[in-house]
């Protein structure tokens, strides 16, 4: 059997900017894909990889493990390494070590803006926005990051 190279389509993550737009559209790819990768993704609910048996024992739940494995996998091809920001991200996940779910956490701690000064600035951009009547508010407000 011979090795072949095959192309999947990803949401690229590759700026910082583009963070909260990117966010959404992984998590929703994710969630059409399978909604089991989804639940890695989903921090407002729990995702165990381990559970205790009849005997006490901690146990691996093989079907969540396999599920965070390929969740895993998806987080770091959707990472732009051509970029310097996608690199960097790339090895915010690395570093998890398989833990999709802790990876994506990461990420949010360093992509969400946390300053005043960084919300400032979004809502400043917010605010500058000009809407004519003949114009889509909709259009017009969809590339902000709020």
Wanted: proline share 4%.
């Amino acid at each position: 059997m011979s090795e072949v190279e095959v192309t999947i389509k990803v949401i690229q993550f590759s700026k910082a900017k583009n963070w909260f737009n990117w966010k959404e559209l992984f998590l929703a790819r994710a969630n059409r894909k399978d909604p089991e990768l989804f639940k890695c993704f989903d921090l407002d609910e729990d995702f165990p990889l381990e559970e205790e048996d009849k005997d006490g024992d901690i146990v691996p739940i093989e079907k969540n493990v396999k599920t965070m494995r390929k969740a895993y996998e998806e987080l770091l091809m959707s990472l732009d390494m051509n970029s310097q920001e996608g690199l960097a991200a790339f090895n915010i996940v690395k570093w998890c070590k398989g833990n999709a779910r802790e990876g994506f956490k990461r990420l949010i701690r360093r992509y969400k803006p946390k300053t005043t000064l960084e919300r400032s600035k979004l809502l400043a951009e917010f605010y500058t926005k000009k809407c004519d009547k003949k114009d889509d508010p909709e259009e017009l407000l969809t590339p902000l990051k709020i």
